[in-house]
């Protein structure tokens, strides 16, 4: 289901999904209500997808130190595409909303797969380009940039 709603494997194989599919079943990772996964800042080497609950992605005030909530993601939904691609720091902090349910994959393991499936990879980055592009314009006609 996660994969199904994720636009960075549209137009790939299905034996491609099913293999990403097995490495993340055997990559799940539960978190309880308000546990930190990743702060701003922190390196990233690993996105993640929803199954169950619900995650809060967040930024950090520097003249209080609160966090401000940016959004939510429910089930079915995904983050932290960018940095299994480009491997860069976290641009916000994640931590659970709810009792999390969430399927990892690490950069380590979708560079394994690419071995396997090596047409695929300028797709991917293709559609991390692009959504990171469509939430950057999203976020200058909303006003937040």
Do not use: W
């Not at 299994?84 to 909303?97: L, N, W």
């Amino acid at each position: 289901r996660c994969l199904q709603k994720c636009p960075l494997f549209r137009d790939l194989s299905s034996q491609f999904i099913v293999a990403l599919s097995n490495i993340l079943a055997e990559n799940i990772l539960v978190l309880i209500p308000d546990e930190i996964l990743f702060k701003e800042g922190d390196g990233g080497t690993a996105m993640y997808f929803v199954n169950r609950g619900a995650i809060t992605i967040f930024k950090m005030n520097l003249s209080t130190n609160a966090h401000f909530n940016i959004t939510e993601i429910g089930p079915g939904g995904f983050f932290g595409e960018v940095a299994i691609v480009h491997k860069t720091v976290r641009a916000a902090g994640a931590k659970a909303a709810t009792f999390c349910e969430l399927y990892v994959l690490e950069n380590n393991d979708l560079t394994h797969l690419l071995e396997h499936y090596p047409r695929f990879k300028e797709t991917i980055a293709g559609h991390i380009d692009k959504l990171t592009r469509q939430r950057r314009l999203s976020k200058v006609a909303s006003g937040k940039s």
